[in-house]
């Protein structure tokens, strides 16, 4: 993965089913990347209720949160 700064959250929703969720509504997301069939993982900036907005859409798929580990 890159190095690009900013808190990750892995979803397991394919690359493209993650971008399609997000299109049109930002929530400071930098880049969705690939993290093997069926994965993907959000790269993001987004605090506070932007946080909470992001984790709402993908709440049924959320695989894990760097804030968890």
């Known amino acids: 993965m890159t190095n690009i700064k900013g808190d ?6 394919s690359a493209s089913q993650t ?7 930002g929530f ?19 605090t506070g209720e ?3 907005e992001l984790h709402a859409v993908f709440q049924d798929v959320i695989a894990m949160d760097d804030d968890q580990e």
Do not use: Y
């Open 28 to 46: 400071g997301v930098r880049k969705v990347e690939s993290a093997g069939r069926n994965e993907a993982v959000i790269i993001h900036t987004a």
């Open 50 to 52: 932007h946080r909470r």
């Open 19 to 25: 971008r399609r969720r997000l299109k049109g509504l």
């Open 8 to 13: 990750r959250l892995h979803v397991r929703l």
